[in-house]
């Protein structure tokens, strides 16, 4: 899934040149090798299965975050960072509801124990709230290309994670896609704009 996830730069850096922004040679090769290494990655270096059904919703989370991503420079100025990120949880919320209303409906809740409160908090306060609030503030300074290169770091840690943590196999296939990706993001994190 990281490694899906990980194609959502390309939309980045479509949607920025879609609104007039030059990107430049050097940061439109770094984006294609690091989007290689990406490809490579999911079609032969992860166990070569092909796309299961889950994947297709990965797309399409990699699709709406490349393109909120992408359009993030045209906020509104008058809006703070803080008022844009508390605005947009409030809105995914309560888009959300009807989603978790559902699901407590058919599977029931669950009970609050440190094992399933806290993380909890840490998926809403580090990896949501704190990770957007930068992630938006990086946009604004960088712009999204940039930004979005960094990015494709996301199935280089997957996968050493994943060696690491569940003994799944690595092998010269994902080593070179590691490298072709790690080659892209500094290529293009490097590039002037």
Do not use: H, K
């Not at 960072?81 to 919320?93: E, I, K, Q």
């Not at 990770?131 to 050493?160: E, H, M």
């Amino acid at each position: 899934m990281g490694m899906i996830m990980a194609a959502s730069p390309v939309l980045m850096a479509v949607f920025e040149r879609a609104s007039g922004v030059r990107l430049g040679t050097r940061r439109v090769v770094g984006l294609l090798v690091a989007c290689a290494g990406v490809v490579l990655l999911i079609g032969s270096g992860a166990g070569g299965t092909g796309f299961a059904a889950g994947d297709l919703w990965m797309v399409a989370a990699a699709c709406c975050f490349g393109s909120y991503s992408g359009l993030l420079r045209r906020r509104p100025a008058e809006l703070g960072g803080t008022a844009f990120l508390f605005t947009t949880f409030l809105v995914g919320t309560v888009l959300l509801l009807p989603a978790q209303g559902l699901s407590v409906a058919v599977q029931g809740g669950f009970d609050p124990t440190p094992g399933t409160v806290l993380p909890i908090l840490y998926v809403g306060l580090a990896s949501s709230a704190v990770a957007f609030f930068a992630w938006n503030r990086a946009i604004t300074l960088v712009g999204p290309s940039r930004a979005g290169v960094v990015y494709y770091l996301q199935p280089v840690c997957v996968s050493l994670l994943s060696w690491a943590l569940l003994g799944e196999p690595t092998g010269w296939t994902q080593s070179l896609c590691m490298a072709l990706i790690l080659g892209g993001v500094v290529l293009g994190a490097t590039a002037r704009r």
